[in-house]
């Protein structure tokens, strides 16, 4: 990854130290400082690839351990940006965005470049913590560290990298930026700092404030690159006071459903999440992206997190009022939506585009690597494709892009990504998980009809036991339909009695939700079986059973499925029926097209399932 600096030191303040947290946990090995005029730069070296672990620098420059966050830090470094704390509560996590930096991450080593002047003394104190991708554990804590930015030696010479040419201007680029985004034939996401020339080589770069700065705004423009600036509109990054009647003497516009006093919170992301119902917040997001627009001079906006409308059904309307409200506001601007397939067909006539995000390649923050999509998780996409997608298309001429994530040096991965994309007839980019890099590379999608098929059938979504399990015995094969995304039929068998700390994705295994299409489980054995009973739990979501209405227990004989139990409107989360007194080769639950819990008719959702004796 190329960053343009100024001249680096050879001389640097080095900090050594080691902590574990748990027995299990990362270790910070090193911290090292060095400065040029007017940056400072912080190396911290980890015992482990720090992606895609959380690095949080905690940072006291006003010498004072009675204000701030707990601790006295005054500033907070995550990600690509530096925070200012600007909280009443020092143990409140509230937060202001200062300035974009720049992040450097390579195998064990996060490299950081912070503008000196962003802080009100040279004479620093830091906290380096290391936490787990989901926020859910700290692995690593260091001690105070104390940082004298004016003993750190300034460097006689500055040598600066021969900069990159940038791409020529664009032919197009005196049209309108909205007839611009329709001819793009290729597009970028970056959300950290720089790499004019880099993305000047793109048609449509979507970027984040305050990270670019307005005068690289201003050279892309002029090269006919058409850049638009990221806006959440489903989430709030920080708490906001407003008018003081929300959750805790906050704004109005923050959720309390857990009615703990407290306004709700994105759990991986920190964020707190915003209701499109109220129109003060959507007064606000008017006024951030005219700012956007207006003061920063990007061309147009791109809409995150649309989706929070699943997490919130009832505040649909007012999301669908909140992006009019913006293209009332911006009716020149292009505006890029985000995900939010459930509402982008009330969406469509205001946008100009839709992007869908790890179409086929993309990170697994259990595993921690970057991989191909699962053949469930691509059919699952396809799908959503051809039910929200495709029929929009026909009577509104969006351009749809993918990004997909894969490291750069995986050509394999996004040739692939970039054939299925070109396949459906959409731009494709792929990038690092966090964007903070650009990707520059020759590879074209090729059209190819495969991917237009289903690529997971039952078979291939099968799990054999490889010893007895929740009665079943080995060698049990448990074959499914299909599976919705991110579902395996893993957890059918566990035997895990509470699940409700299970990562969703381990806590049941659902069926693919398509129209017209019937959904059966089986579990075929290479031993007959006898008699007994098979118990179906159901799976639960906030505390509600997502029982089937209408399904069959079929048993397997003479290679042949026979019903055995016909079961309709059952209204309890535990289902067990008697098997006949006969040998048979396998079970079946088998539900007709339509026939799933009457909120999700083309659904089949299970827990658990026991074969009992008995």
Known sequence: ???????????????????????????????????????????????????????QCLIDDDQNPQTGYTGGFDRLVEFDLLYKFDGNDPTGWTWQQLAGITRQLSGNVATYTLPINQFSSEQLRLQIRLLKSDYSQVLAQSESIKVNLSDLPQPAQVAVEPAQPLAPAKANRHLPARDRVKQANSFYCYYGSGKVAQLSGYDLAILHSPQYKKADIATLKKLGVVTTGYISVGEDDKIREGNGKGPNGKASWYFDRDHDGMPDQNSIWKSYFANPMDPLWRANRVAEAKRLV??????????????????????????????????????????????????????APMA???????????????????RLNTPVSMDWHSHKVRQYVQPVLKDYPLKVLVLDYALPTDLESIQKAA??????????????????DVYINDIVGKLDPKWLEKQATPKSMSLTLPESANGFPMNTVIMPSSCYGGYSVKPLVDGITDRSTLHWSESAWASAEIEGEDVWLAFEFDTPQTGGKVQITWATDSGKAYISDRYRVQIKKDGQWFDVVEQTRQSIPVSLHPLPETSYNGIRIFQSAGDGPKSRPNLMWIAQVRLLSR
Do not use: H
Request: with cysteine; glycine share 4%; proline share 4%.
């Open 1 to 55: 990854m190329m960053r343009r600096l100024s001249a680096i030191l050879a001389v640097s303040l080095c900090l050594i130290f080691l902590i574990t947290m748990t027995a299990n946990a990362a270790q910070i090995l090193q911290v090292d400082s060095t400065r040029t005029t007017t940056d400072w730069q912080m190396q911290i070296k980890c015992d482990t690839v720090v992606e895609p672990l959380i690095i």
């Open 294 to 347: 207006e003061e920063d001079g990007y061309d147009g906006i791109f809409l995150d997190t649309i989706d929070t409308v699943g997490r919130f059904p009832d505040t649909e309307p007012g999301m669908v009022q909140l992006v009019r409200d913006l293209r009332d506001a911006l009716p020149d601007a292009p505006i890029i939506l985000n995900q939010g397939y459930s509402l982008l067909s009330q969406l």
């Open 352 to 370: 100009d585009a839709f992007m869908l995000e790890s179409f086929t390649a993309t990170f697994d923050f259990q595993s921690k690597k970057y």
């Open 419 to 436: 054939d299925r994309a070109a396949t459906f007839g959409f731009l494709f980019a792929s990038a690092p998980i966090y964007l903070d």
